[in-house]
């Protein structure tokens, strides 16, 4: 069964340096999103990702924060200079033209973003 | 936009036990509803999902109707086990929006 992966399951950082997220979305989804859990709340949305351009961003997603999708598998959430307060754990979800409009996203396991 | 409210946690039964989570939508829109399940260290997997009025969604025992008068889907299940620890995340999507919006959880530990 198609499934969305992501890299790396765990990353540990400093405070200040540059993270990269990956994710490979299912191969024909067209939609892709990034949502954080910070431990123990809520899932927050932060950005969805659309025929090459952000479709819609949160409050939580500030210009520390970038998408891309370099290359046709690939898609990518950078923070440029982390912060205490972007430990989480980061998901990336995708979904095709059809479930997209009923709102059906595909998960994956998720990155253990830990800054210290 | 869309929003969504359920039940506090956490919540815990003893096995067999029947089990309601509350969950309430606001919506602008006719949104479809979802129950996502997060079994501990893993990440987000759909559980059952309702694109309409009066759909029941269900799933492993689990089920949830779309209650549009009483913008409701709460998820039930008759006889729950202890493989059935997760957090629930209700959650609406859809309806003109791409994003889907989850509620705060409900922690579900069943006890032997």
């Known amino acids: 069964e198609p499934e969305v992966t992501q890299t790396p399951s765990h990353q540990v950082t400093q405070m200040g340096q540059e993270v990269i997220l990956r994710c490979v979305p299912i191969?024909?989804?067209?939609?892709f999103y990034w949502y954080r859990q910070i431990l123990g709340q809520k899932v927050e949305f932060l950005v969805s990702?659309?025929?090459?351009?952000?479709?819609?961003k949160s409050e939580i997603f500030d210009d520390q924060f970038s998408v891309e999708r370099p290359d046709g598998s690939n898609f990518t959430l950078k923070i440029r200079s982390t912060k205490l307060e972007d430990s989480a754990m980061y998901f990336c979800a995708s979904s095709s033209t059809n479930l997209a409009g009923v709102g059906e996203l595909f998960f994956g396991e998720g990155s253990r973003l830990t800054v210290l | 936009g869309n929003s969504v409210t359920q039940m506090e946690g956490p919540v815990t039964l003893s096995e067999e036990a029947f089990l309601t989570i509350n969950c309430t939508y606001t919506?602008?829109?006719?949104?479809?509803l979802f129950w996502y399940v997060q079994y501990p260290g893993e990440g987000l997997q759909l559980l059952l999902k309702?694109?309409?009025?009066?759909d029941k969604g269900s799933n492993k025992g689990f089920e949830a109707t779309y209650r549009k008068e009483t913008t409701s889907f709460h998820l039930e299940k008759g006889s729950v086990q202890v493989s059935d620890s997760a957090v629930y995340f209700c959650a609406s999507g859809g309806g003109g929006y791409q994003k889907v919006t989850f509620g705060t959880g409900t922690k579900l530990q069943v006890i032997p």
């Open positions: 309702a694109t309409k009025a009066d």
């Open positions: 919506a602008t829109g006719y949104p479809s």
């Open positions: 191969s024909n989804h067209l939609y």
């Open positions: 990702f659309y025929n090459n351009e952000i479709s819609e």
